[in-house]
């Protein structure tokens, strides 16, 4: 009884939270908005820097009076931005909003700690439940509420080549471990760079090795490592780091100074063979004007969907809040998410979109999603909480110059039991 009462309190909550949020959406667009949105991301490479600024057009154009601030800390995967972002939280001076990735990294960081407010009013004034995926809205809720407005759905575990270098070669992407080392020994044979790695900013090993983790453990085993069911001592984990430091010997060798992007244009020119990186690199490709590259799942990974989401939230304290709800809006509506996904390689998070406007590589992961078992990314912030995904990525790091299988495994250990769901 005491349950159900609640429960009747807080829908009446929202209901009329949703009636002032509906109004708000309904009187607050064009010129009746002003002042200035603060917008921060790690949006800086060609693709994704692209997506950002087609979004800042179409709301410019729809409030005018407003004065957009870009604030972009570069480094994939948010490697320097959560730093800066988390000093300016603390410290009591939040952007208007911010890139965060959906499921832990959301929830665990800023949620928990009581930074957010919640999104639940906007989300039902919007009709978004009834048009974005259940288990999308599961990992942006917490304690019943919804924090944050997804902008994308992203596929990590790709495999991306450059079809001409596969045909001159007489190559098909590989989809085993040995058909990779095949394909990796014909390439090497012709002088091409076998395995395209560009880890300068640390995170982009550990990007690749979650995918030789999800493709040698399958992909319950692979969710068990986050939640303490699959061992992180057991021979499977052992036999993917040695899968990858093998991988790593075709490696190219200037790997260490190069960042993601850098490492991209090996498959561009087509001194490169194979790169393991997100669908960002189809934006990325798409800002180069390149057409003629390739993907496939990585290894052991057909039917299976690494995923990973952005989103943005609305943290206490944002000072231009006319304007920053006005920017959720736009960002979980149809119009913003058809003119954010096409140049950023991601598909919508909504599941309304036409597929028109959308690229090939786009068109094949909209069936994926629709077909494939999904994983959660470990390296952006779907899997572990931030701590977690940190030792995680440091170990990886470390991997890559010390090749140490042994102490490795026990070091990824270490960061299950740090994280509190290893014993
Ligand atoms: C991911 C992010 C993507 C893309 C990528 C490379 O973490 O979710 O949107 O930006 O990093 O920077």
């Known amino acids: 009884m005491k349950i159900r009462g ?26 009746t908005v002003s002042g200035k949105l603060e917008i921060f991301s790690w949006w800086t490479a060609g693709g994704e820097a692209d997506a950002l600024q087609a979004l800042f057009n179409v709301y410019q154009k729809q409030y005018p009076n407003v004065k957009i601030i870009n604030a972009t800390v570069a480094g994939g995967a948010g490697t320097n931005a959560k730093a800066v972002l988390k000093t300016r939280m603390l410290g009591g001076d939040p952007p208007d909003s911010f890139q965060v990735h959906a499921g832990h990294e959301l929830i665990d960081t800023w949620v928990k700690a009581g930074k957010m407010e919640s999104l639940t009013s906007l989300f039902v004034s919007q009709g978004w439940p009834k048009v974005m995926p259940h288990g999308l809205i599961d990992i942006l809720s917490y304690q019943g509420q919804i924090w944050s407005v997804p902008v994308d759905i992203h596929r990590a575990n790709l495999l991306w080549y450059n079809k001409k270098v596969f045909a001159d070669a007489g190559l098909t992407p590989p989809t085993t471990f040995e058909a990779f080392f095949k394909d990796a020994n014909a390439l090497k044979a012709k002088g091409i760079s076998p395995f395209v790695l560009g880890d300068k900013e640390g ?9 030789v983790l999800i493709g040698t453990l399958g992909p319950a085993s692979y969710r068990g490592l986050w939640t303490g069911h699959t061992s992180w001592m057991g021979p499977k984990v052992a036999q993917a780091l040695g899968t990858f430091k093998r991988m790593l010997s075709y490696a190219n060798s200037d790997h260490a100074a190069l960042t993601w992007d850098e490492a991209a244009q090996y498959i561009q020119s087509g001194k490169g063979g194979m790169q393991i990186m997100g ?71 909504r599941t309304d979109c036409s597929a028109t406007a959308f690229s090939p590589y786009q068109q094949w992961a909209m069936h994926q999603w629709a077909t494939n078992t999904i994983v959660p990314s470990v390296i952006h912030g779907a899997a572990a909480s931030e701590g977690w995904s940190t030792e995680y990525k440091d170990a990886i790091a470390l991997f890559v110059t010390s090749g140490d299988v042994a102490a490795t495994q026990k070091s990824l250990q270490k960061a299950c039991v740090d994280a509190g769901v290893c014993k």
């Open 279 to 349: 669908d960002w690199e189809a934006g990325w490709f798409t800002s180069k004007s390149f057409t003629d590259y390739g993907w496939a799942p990585p290894p052991g990974n057909q039917g299976i969907y690494d995923t990973l989401s952005d989103s943005f939230g609305l943290p206490k304290g944002a000072k231009d809040r006319a304007a920053v709800m006005a920017w959720l809006t736009l960002l979980g509506s149809r119009t913003g998410q058809q003119t954010f996904n096409p140049p950023k390689g991601s598909i919508c998070a």
């Open 6 to 31: 609640a429960r009747v309190l807080v829908l009446a909550g929202i209901a009329i939270a949703a009636l002032a949020l509906g109004s708000f959406a309904a009187g607050a667009s064009g010129a």
């Open 203 to 211: 995170w982009e090993a550990g990007h690749a090795f979650e995918t």
